[in-house]
């Protein structure tokens, strides 16, 4: 009976952290995780839109009552959260359909493109939160 050689098995180790931190992605990398990212806080913000706006159309006392809660520092942020996710996720997913579309899709395109949905997104979510926060 022959015998066999017991192969020695791969050895895989665990990544530290600090090779994931240090690992940089293309802008469009981030952009694609930025929109998936967005999606979810949209998702687990729904609840939360939802009650708003079921106060905001009950009756003219519960609506007061929701400009009285929204005056607050904490829920403005609340606010911006939601319209950062809003805003962030429409961008990137016009940014896609553009993709679709086989516009923006050669190595040289791409950071371009990501770069400017990426300051359109920014742009637009800093005018939210100005007018959030009663600035415009």
Same mark, same amino acid.
């Given at each position: 009976m022959p015998e066999t050689i017991a192969k020695k098995r791969p050895e895989f180790r665990n990544i530290h952290i600090t090779q994931i931190l240090g690992y940089r992605l293309p802008l469009a990398g981030v952009m694609s995780i930025?929109?998936?990212?967005?999606? @979810?806080?949209?998702?687990?913000?729904?609840?939360?839109?939802?009650?708003?706006?079921?106060?905001?159309?009950?009756?003219?006392?519960?609506? @007061?009552?929701?400009?009285?809660?929204?005056?607050?520092?904490? @829920?403005?942020l609340l606010l911006c959260a939601i319209a950062w996710a809003f805003i962030h996720h429409f961008w990137g997913g016009i940014r896609h359909l553009v993709n679709d579309v086989h516009i923006g899709i050669s190595r040289e395109a791409s950071p371009k493109m990501a770069s400017i949905f990426m300051v359109l997104s920014l742009l637009t979510s800093l005018l939210a939160f100005l007018a959030i926060f009663g600035v415009i």
């Open positions: 930025l929109h998936r990212v967005s999606g @979810a806080v949209m998702f687990l913000l729904l609840p939360l839109i939802v009650w708003l706006l079921d106060k905001s159309l009950t009756s003219e006392l519960s609506y @007061a009552e929701l400009l009285g809660f929204v005056d607050s520092v904490p @829920a403005k």
